[in-house]
């Protein structure tokens, strides 16, 4: 099997199809709300496993950790802090044994939870450590990339971006999640796209994006990707849309776009210059396998 080329050079020769949502995907195979997604790492591997592997029969280039809580900062909110490196390395391990060589896998990091000093009380130091820790375990389990995502501070991105940098990685792929404000799209601490994509850049990230943000629709998404390819200046954008804003039904919560629609408007985001197409909440290997066919050809 031939080894893969490094992600930028693929990237510099074809737009690549990234994977889907983990927490919705987990929640059908039993995940219990409040339950830690990250737990089942170590507790239901071969659930988190086969996550992964419907992704990649779907046709994603890019399988995404199960680690967006990884951070002992977060886990700790689970008890889980001691084993934040346990689980890191694990977690890379799961995605590589069904990634081998012919996807890469990406060592994912989300917020780590808290607030910033001086609104709230994390010290940028502590959240550095977290970061620094959370992206070392994930290289050391063979993560080939580090994506830093949902992130709604940029100094928080910055800190990730940066601590990811130290740890060794050698590329960093940072998205935020936006959402509609009165004065356009903006993440939830009032940063527009532009500014966003800058602090990113600046810290060290070689691909930029966006992904969630539960208000925006999928013709938001295509207004916000023009803004993203615009601000990044060269640098290749990567949009991980939901499934549509989520609705609720009864006790769930419920996306009602299609894989079609979602298959149509990544289509239409790689016409305006993103090179990374892939999905958050919501979307299932049906979204994956119909954006990979229709949108990008494979
Ligand atoms: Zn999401």
């Given at each position: 099997m031939p080894?893969?080329k490094?992600?930028?050079?693929?990237l510099a020769?074809?737009?690549?199809?990234?994977d889907?949502?983990t927490?919705?995907?987990?929640?059908?195979?039993?995940?219990r709300p409040?339950e830690s997604?990250e737990?089942?790492?170590?507790d239901?591997?071969e659930k988190?496993r086969?996550?992964h592997?419907?992704?990649?029969?779907?046709?994603?280039?890019?399988?995404?950790t199960n680690?967006?809580?990884?951070t002992?900062?977060?886990?700790a909110?689970?008890g889980?802090?001691?084993?934040a490196a346990?689980?890191?390395r694990?977690?890379?391990?799961?995605?590589?044994e069904?990634?081998?060589?012919?996807?890469?896998?990406?060592?994912?990091?989300?917020?780590?939870?808290?607030i910033?000093?001086p609104v709230?009380?994390t010290t940028?130091?502590a959240?550095?450590?977290?970061f620094?820790?959370?992206a070392?375990?994930?290289l050391?389990?063979?993560?080939?990339?580090?994506l830093?995502e949902t992130?709604?501070d940029p100094a928080?991105?910055a800190?990730?971006?940066?601590a990811?940098r130290?740890?060794?990685?050698?590329?960093v792929?940072?998205?935020?999640?936006f959402?509609h404000?009165p004065?356009?799209?903006?993440?939830?601490?009032?940063?527009?796209a532009?500014?966003a994509?800058?602090?990113a850049?600046e810290?060290?990230?070689?691909?930029?994006g966006?992904n969630c943000?539960?208000?925006?629709?999928?013709?938001d998404?295509a207004t916000l990707c023009a803004r993203?390819?615009a601000?990044?200046?060269?640098?290749?954008?990567i949009?991980?849309?939901?499934?549509g804003s989520?609705e609720r039904?009864?006790?769930?919560i419920v996306?009602?776009?299609t894989p079609?629609?979602?298959a149509?408007?990544?289509?239409?985001?790689?016409?305006?210059?993103?090179r990374?197409?892939?999905?958050c909440c919501g979307?299932t290997?049906?979204?994956?396998v119909?954006?990979?066919r229709g949108a990008l050809?494979?």
């Open positions: 080894r893969l490094t992600l930028l050079e693929s020769a074809r737009p690549l199809q990234c889907g949502a927490g919705t995907q987990l929640q059908q195979l039993g995940l409040g997604c737990r089942w790492v170590l239901q591997p988190v086969l996550v592997r419907r992704y990649f029969d779907a046709g994603a280039d890019l399988l995404t680690t967006f809580g990884g002992a900062l977060a886990l909110a689970h889980l802090a001691e084993r346990d689980i890191n694990a977690a890379v391990r799961l995605a590589r069904v990634a081998g060589e012919r996807a890469w896998v990406l060592g994912d990091i989300g917020p780590f939870g808290g910033l000093e709230g009380e940028p130091d959240a550095a450590d977290a620094r820790a959370q070392a375990a994930l050391d389990g063979g993560a080939d990339a580090i830093v992130m709604s928080e991105a800190l990730a971006i940066a990811a130290e740890a060794g990685a050698r590329l792929i940072a998205t935020y999640a959402q404000t004065s356009g799209f903006r993440t939830m601490m009032g940063t527009d532009p500014a994509v800058r602090a850049l810290a060290g990230a070689d691909i930029v966006a943000g539960t208000q925006l629709s999928l013709d998404y993203l390819v601000a990044a200046n060269g640098a290749p954008v949009v991980q849309p939901n499934a989520p039904d009864g006790d769930s996306y009602h776009t079609e629609a979602f149509a408007a990544a289509a239409h985001y790689l016409a305006l210059g993103a990374i197409v892939g999905g979307t290997p049906a979204h994956i119909a954006s990979a050809g494979k």
